[in-house]
């Protein structure tokens, strides 16, 4: 049973365009949703959150857009730039603070 | 420099041999948590301690122990009872009540 879901495994795009990396999550009780980004060999570093009592936050180039009522929320990358080449994890904590991972997607930035 | 130091990167093991991977913080964190990475999917949650000489299970504990003798220090074992050990292990921390772990580089597990 995946309480969180990133249903595309990759996701190839032109440097210089928007980057659009999507999650779904099933479990209304999460309340804070964050994006990391890994690359290969090493740790996951956190990239950006946002909590279930907003619908969007921004950190330059990085926004993500939560849209509650449809249990999704995305990441948007622009520019995208080629060491945003990575697989991206979606999380989901609730109360307890324990945090449940997507699959990930792999984003390649082509140049 | 503040950060988790994972040891070793690589490790090669034989079937029926325990082995224990290193986690330690300098970043005063309360909380330690270790993970298991398999291609394709997601991260997956062994073990986690929030407090010395505490620690919980995670969704796949089976094959794998803990000890949490000081703040600094998390190590796992896994041990002959984990029948599909190999994987990429990630050893992560936070102070308690907060949602971003900061994480170690890892560490690569290959049976052979």
């Known amino acids: 049973d995946q309480q969180v879901k990133q249903n595309s495994p990759s996701l190839s795009v032109q440097e210089g365009r928007i980057s659009i990396l999507n999650c779904d999550y099933t479990?209304?009780?999460?309340?804070?949703f964050l994006w990391y980004k890994k690359y290969p060999a090493e740790g996951p570093t956190f990239l950006i959150s946002?909590?279930?009592i907003k619908d969007k936050n921004e950190d330059g180039r990085f926004t993500v857009f939560l849209n509650k009522s449809a249990k999704h929320l995305s990441l948007h990358i622009v520019p995208s730039q080629p060491g945003d080449s990575a697989v991206y994890f979606c999380?989901?904590?609730?109360?307890?603070?324990?945090?449940?991972w997507g699959a990930g997607t792999k984003l390649i930035i082509k140049p | 420099d503040g950060g988790i130091t994972q040891s070793p990167k690589y490790l090669f093991r034989k079937e029926g041999q325990n082995v224990t991977l290193s986690c330690e913080q300098n970043?005063?964190?309360?909380?330690m948590y270790w993970y298991r990475q398999d291609p394709g999917q997601g991260l997956r949650l062994i073990y986690y301690?929030?407090?010395?000489?505490?620690?919980q299970k995670g969704d796949i504990a089976e094959g794998y122990s803990v000890s949490r003798e000081k703040k600094e220090s998390f190590p796992l074992t896994v041990t002959s009872a984990q029948k599909n050990p190999t994987a990429f292990y990630l050893c992560?921390?936070?102070?308690?009540?907060?949602?971003?772990?900061?994480f170690g580089a890892g560490s690569r597990l290959t049976v052979l």
């Open positions: 992560a921390s936070t102070h308690n009540g907060a949602n971003v772990l900061t």
């Open positions: 970043l005063n964190h309360d909380a």
């Open positions: 301690s929030q407090i010395v000489n505490d620690f």
């Open positions: 479990n209304s009780m999460f309340d804070y």
């Open positions: 946002i909590s279930s």
């Open positions: 999380a989901a904590s609730d109360s307890n603070y324990q945090l449940i």
